[in-house]
Structures are given as structure tokens and as C-alpha cells.
């Protein structure tokens, strides 16, 4: 009896030959990737040179002042996404949480405020928290409503003194005493 291989299946062989070509692929990627930086940036430096004895100091710096607004840009979208990242995580966290992470967006970071120290205002997130559960109450996670027992449980009735083993009468003494 020959075994067959359910066509769904793929042979450890061909998974290996895909996966080497893969990586394979990924490494000139980033081969070339760095490469292409290294060009680019020689590209710069030659151009720069040239400005440099053709003297025309203007051009180079506009051309810097371009480079460092860029950077600029870069780094205020960087720290809007920092800071409502926070925002959100604020809320969640006072909300108890959603039931899907998908549901992050149904916050409104702009009613989220900032204090000039960088801390979040406590406040205006508490009020974020109640429009939420107010309009959103199906998205929250449920909390139970009451803690679990932390204690085994007690016996439903107790014995009288006849029923009781003479170690149980030793320990219902023990703890009359304490």
C-alpha cells in the first residue's frame, strides 16, 4: 500500500527549497537597500562638494533647512501618535477595557486633555469613560459583578455538640477561645 499525500499538504522539501529562496531574496533586499543608501548618500556628498566650490552657500543651505523640516514633520507625527496612543490607553484602562481591540477607535482623543507637565488630565478622561459606556455599553468588557470567594466554603449548618467527632469538639473549642 503506497501512502498518499493530501494535495492540501505540502513536502518538507519544497517547504525548505521556498523558505531558503526566501531568505535568500530578503538578503539582496537588504543588500541593495544599503547599497542604494550608500549611493545616496555619496550622491549627497558630491553635491554638496560642488556647492561648496562653486560657492553657493544659499542653495546648500536651503537645502539643509529642507532636510531639517522633513525631520521636523517626522518627529511631530511621531509624538501625536505617542501622545494619543497614551490618551487611549488612559481611557481603556479607566473603562475596564473593550471587548475587541478594534474598538480602540471609538475613543475621542480630542476630548482627552494634556496638562502642560505631559501628564493626562484625569478629569477629562473620567468624562471620556462615561460617554463611552453611555453610548458604547455593548463594546465594554463585562467585569464581574462581585469578587470570588477567597475563603473555602463554610459549612451550611452546624453540628451540635452530641454529632461532633471529639477532634471537631477539640477544634470548635480552639476557636471559641481565640
Excluded: C
Amino acid at each position: 500500500m503506497s501512502e498518499t499525500v493530501p494535495p492540501e499538504l505540502v513536502s518538507k522539501e519544497a517547504y525548505t527549497k521556498v523558505s531558503a529562496d526566501m531568505h535568500k531574496f530578503k538578503q539582496e533586499s537588504q543588500a541593495l537597500a544599503a547599497k542604494l543608501a550608500d549611493i545616496k548618500a555619496e550622491q549627497e556628498a558630491k553635491d554638496k562638494a560642488s556647492l561648496e566650490e562653486k560657492e553657493q552657500w544659499h542653495v546648500l543651505y536651503k537645502k539643509a533647512e529642507d532636510k531639517l523640516k522633513g525631520i521636523e514633520v517626522e518627529r511631530k507625527a511621531e509624538q501625536t501618535k505617542f501622545i494619543e496612543s497614551h490618551k487611549i490607553n488612559a481611557v481603556i484602562q479607566n473603562l475596564g477595557g473593550f471587548k475587541k481591540l478594534e474598538y480602540n477607535k471609538f475613543v475621542d482623543v480630542a476630548k482627552v486633555a494634556v496638562s502642560d507637565d505631559g501628564s493626562i488630565d484625569e478629569a477629562s478622561v473620567l468624562s471620556e469613560v462615561e460617554r463611552i459606556r453611555k453610548e458604547y455599553p455593548e463594546l465594554i468588557k463585562a467585569s464581574s459583578s462581585k469578587p470570588l470567594p477567597s475563603n473555602a466554603p463554610i459549612s451550611m449548618g452546624s453540628k451540635s455538640i452530641k454529632e461532633m467527632s471529639s477532634d471537631e469538639r477539640a477544634a470548635a473549642r480552639r476557636l471559641l477561645i481565640k
